[in-house]
């Protein structure tokens, strides 16, 4: 049965190629007047909110590892910490990421 899925899959995937060719983006321009660095200002301003709730989210943790400690019980904190460590990772390397897939 898996076969059959996997064999009707690919021809279709194979039809929807030659029916819908994949377009050019092309190398890109900029928008005409203010609008590029109005866009820029915006997406600034984005980032500085991201990282400022990534701050608050490590504030946020550390103290309820501290209420946690004080009450005598464990807690799985570290995730919590993974997961917002990972953020600020992925927010402050998004312009290299898309510049590496422009």
Known sequence: MLDV??????????HVAYLA????????????GEVSSKVETLLKWGVWGALTCCVAGFV???????INHKRG??????????????????IVSANA???GLA
């Open 97 to 99: 990421l898309v510049k």
């Open 60 to 66: 946020i943790i550390g103290a309820r590892m501290g």
């Open 73 to 90: 019980e464990g807690g799985a904190h570290m995730g919590s910490l993974g997961i917002v460590g990972f953020a600020i990772v992925l």
């Open 5 to 14: 899925t996997i064999s009707w899959t690919v021809d279709l995937l194979h």
């Open 21 to 32: 060719p994949v377009p050019n983006p092309g190398g890109g321009e900029q928008p005409p």
